[in-house]
């Protein structure tokens, strides 16, 4: 069993589904998840002793890249921790017809990287209406799954 962290960063409720439909798969895959809006974290909840940190954020802005508000915090520590021999997935939702696709993703994704992380994953962007995407959350959640059984 591994002890798996999501946290998420949702403003119209988008991004909190998809996280809870992750939650969801892999508690009935049997692996331990401590799930958290990101408002309620600070940015060394992702260095604890999780096998793995699901984190979760939408995107917003015009003309370029904007977090979900409540992430921002969190963002911006990311790089002043040290997340070695810390795997992390990324995933959020977002809409293709902007100029930055789910950029918020991109951005949190690389800056784990920047802090020593290993992406455990491809990051899973959701393009509209999640519930409508289902099967892709599913499928995303069942290949971690896999991936933590291995
Ligand atoms: C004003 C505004 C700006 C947005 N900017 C972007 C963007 O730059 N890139 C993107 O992929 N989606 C963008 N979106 C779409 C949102 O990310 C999308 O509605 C998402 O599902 C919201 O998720 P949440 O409910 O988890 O916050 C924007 C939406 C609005 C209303």
Redesign the pocket.
């Known amino acids: 069993m591994a002890s798996v962290f999501i946290t998420?960063?949702?403003?119209?409720?988008?991004?909190?589904?998809?996280a809870e439909s992750i939650q969801r798969t892999l508690e009935q895959s049997g692996h331990q998840v401590t799930i958290k809006d990101v408002a309620d974290i600070n940015v060394t909840d992702l260095t604890k002793t999780y096998d793995l940190c699901c984190l979760?954020?939408?995107?917003?802005?015009?003309d370029e890249?904007?977090l979900?508000d409540d992430f921002i915090p969190v963002f911006e520590e990311i790089e002043h921790v040290d997340l070695s021999r810390k795997k992390i997935a990324c995933f959020?939702?977002?809409?293709?017809s902007?100029?930055?696709?789910?950029?918020?993703v991109d951005a949190i994704e690389e800056s784990c990287k920047n802090a020593g992380a290993s992406i455990f994953t491809d990051s899973l962007?959701?393009?509209?209406?999640?519930k409508a995407e289902q099967a892709d959350i599913d499928a995303w959640a069942q290949d971690l799954v896999a991936k933590l059984n291995a």
């Open positions: 998420y960063g949702s403003t119209t409720g988008n991004t909190a589904y998809v979760g954020c939408s995107t917003w802005g015009d890249i904007e979900q959020g939702c977002g809409d293709s902007y100029e930055y696709y789910c950029g918020a962007k959701i393009d509209g209406d999640p």
